[in-house]
């Protein structure tokens, strides 16, 4: 069983970058696994911030050109570069890795790291 690990969460001033941490226990690289980046604010739905999934990755409108995703498949890790933070991207990110088998997919949470964006 896939139990992704993130780190690298933490406090910065607006216009300050961090970089999150993915850490899956086992490997990333395979056709069929895709992992996405989550944030979730109080009182609201978790959303989509990123996800890659082979060569192609895919961001929310309001991360473009600051946030990017990428991956170290020797290391089984996903990161997430994110540039220019502004407040509004303060929240709990969380990890999921998704595993496509017999025409199911199945879905890995990770406890999710606290990013906090002061203004």
């Known amino acids: 069983q896939v139990q992704p690990v993130e780190s690298g969460g933490g406090l910065v001033q607006a216009g300050g970058s961090l970089r999150l941490s993915c850490a899956a226990s086992?490997?990333?690289?395979?056709?069929?696994?895709?992992v996405d980046w989550y944030r979730q604010t109080p009182g609201k739905q978790r959303e989509l911030v990123a996800g890659?999934?082979?060569?192609?990755?895919n961001y929310a409108d309001s991360v473009k050109g600051r946030f990017i995703i990428s991956r170290d498949n020797a290391e089984n890790t996903v990161y997430l570069q994110m540039n220019n933070l502004k407040p509004e991207d303060a929240g709990v990110y969380y990890c999921?890795?998704?595993?496509?088998?017999?025409?199911?997919?199945?879905?890995?949470w990770g406890q999710g790291t606290q990013v906090t964006v002061s203004s």
């Open positions: 999921n890795v998704v595993i496509g088998s017999f025409g199911k997919l199945y879905n890995y």
């Open positions: 086992e490997s990333i690289s395979r056709t069929n696994v895709m």
């Open positions: 890659i999934s082979g060569d192609s990755t």
